[in-house]
């Protein structure tokens, strides 16, 4: 038997006016995920914990079959570890953002204008951070590039009890009402604000602005936690797996748990994504495991501009180039079992992830349901004939089991 899980991040979303009371899930043209819905085994699960922050986060570590009430200390720990970023056992690893801040004119007073800088280039960002290590580091505090707007900060022997929000969350909004408050906030906020005069006037901003583009003049650092002790898939479920993923979060996520993480050229985390590439390299990866987890990043990426259309275009294209080609692919193997979810909510209308229920489905070629009427959208929760998995991390559990 072969696994394949299917994670479009932040794919649900709210009935929206300008769709006609539709979501952008239930307006895509989706006949993939839609066919697996029709005949696949339905339900709802909460992937995030009552009380626990909905990020993608604790979402992705409860799809995994890991409790996050157990085994969650922080999203930047994760990070590193794909980063290739060792950590101390007393290190604070830092999500470091680059923004955009909009100022006033009297230059007293910012907004958070873009949590991903105008979603600068990795190429760019690789420049802006060097220099911004250069400027800031010490030997405490060393600051070290990711993808595109996703950095890492670590702070040795630091502090982890303060409270700093995630920069996605407050679009929009003063900054001086979100910056971090708690043990070590002084020099977390010298930091965020020193970074504003090395990047304010640096000549990869000066260019991007000339081009039209938002600078990403500012960090912001958020997401903090010490290094986790996840135990491996195999370990847990007696089975090799593979991940591909353009972001640095749940590659993270995959090494910890040991999985293969899959190099796919041309990934990127957002609309221009190769999303064939991730089908052909999981397809290719079942050779020689069981078990492969492929996670989509476009979807929330758009969720969090509030732009409908590249949403409506992200599920879309998840739809025929992931899903799709999964499905004409996987029938190489005698027997295989699908699971495709969302890993959490991005509504357009909050720009932020919620952590209500998501619909999931399973998929078993050698048990094909008949369930009428069904698509794959935000309906499915609503029905009368499905699995409600109020613990999340229990999902896993179900989607390997025997028999459904």
């Known amino acids: 038997m072969k696994y394949i899980v299917i994670v479009g991040d932040g794919m649900a979303d709210r009935p929206l006016?300008?769709?006609?009371?539709?979501?952008?899930?239930?307006?895509?043209?989706?006949?993939?995920?839609?066919?697996?819905?029709?005949?696949?085994?339905?339900?709802?699960?909460?992937?995030v914990p009552v009380g626990l922050h909905p990020g993608s986060d604790i979402a992705n570590l409860s799809i995994l079959g890991y409790d996050p009430k157990v085994f969650y200390t922080g999203r930047a720990p994760l990070e590193a570890a794909s980063m290739g970023v060792e950590l101390a056992e007393d290190d604070v690893a830092y999500r470091c953002n680059l923004v955009t801040l909009k100022y006033n004119k009297e230059k007293t007073n910012a907004i958070m204008e873009d949590y991903?800088?105008?979603?600068?280039?990795?190429?760019?960002a690789a420049v802006l951070i060097k220099d911004i290590d250069k400027e800031l580091c010490s030997d405490k505090i060393s600051f070290y590039p990711g993808v595109s707007y996703r950095h890492l900060m670590v702070w040795r022997g630091g502090e982890q009890a303060v409270e700093c929000s995630p920069p996605h969350d407050i679009i929009g909004k003063d900054i001086?009402?979100?910056?971090?408050?708690?043990?070590?906030?002084e020099l977390l906020k010298r930091l965020m604000m020193d970074s504003v005069r090395v990047l304010n006037n640096h000549p990869v901003n000066r260019e991007r602005v000339s081009k039209g583009k938002r600078p990403a003049n500012s960090i912001w650092l958020w997401g903090q936690g010490k290094r986790p002790r996840i135990p491996r898939f195999r370990d847990k479920y007696s089975i090799n797996g593979a991940m591909v993923s353009a972001v640095d979060l749940t590659k993270g996520l995959g090494l910890y748990a040991g999985f293969d993480i899959l190099k796919v050229p041309g990934v990127t985390g957002y609309l221009d994504t190769n999303y064939a590439g991730k089908a052909e390299h999981s397809l290719k990866a079942l050779e020689r495991?069981?078990?492969?987890?492929?996670?989509?990043?476009?979807?929330?990426?758009?969720?969090?501009?509030?732009?409908?259309?590249?949403?409506i275009?992200?599920?879309?294209?998840?739809?025929a180039l992931v899903v799709g080609a999964i499905l004409r692919g996987?029938?190489?193997?005698?027997?295989?079992?699908?699971?495709?979810?969302?890993?959490?909510?991005?509504?357009?209308?909050?720009?932020?992830?919620?952590?209500?229920?998501?619909?999931f489905v399973i998929y078993d070629s050698d048990s094909v349901r008949k369930n009428e009427g069904a698509a794959f959208d935000e309906t499915i929760t609503d029905?009368?004939?499905i699995l409600k998995v109020e613990e999340g991390h229990k999902l896993m559990d179900i989607f390997l089991k025997e028999k459904l």
């Open 330 to 359: 996987v029938k190489a193997f005698y027997a295989y079992r699908i699971l495709l979810l969302p890993d959490h909510a991005t509504p357009i209308e909050v720009k932020t992830h919620t952590g209500e229920p998501v619909p």
């Open 176 to 185: 001086s009402d979100y910056l971090p408050t708690g043990r070590g906030e």
């Open 313 to 319: 275009k992200a599920i879309e294209d998840f739809d």
């Open 116 to 124: 991903s800088g105008g979603h600068v280039s990795t190429d760019e």
């Open 383 to 385: 029905r009368k004939d």
């Open 17 to 47: 006016k300008e769709l006609g009371g539709k979501t952008p899930l239930q307006k895509a043209f989706t006949p993939n995920m839609d066919r697996l819905a029709r005949e696949g085994f339905i339900g709802s699960v909460r992937t």
């Open 289 to 311: 495991v069981d078990f492969v987890y492929i996670h989509v990043e476009a979807p929330d990426e758009a969720g969090h501009c509030g732009n409908c259309g590249d949403k």
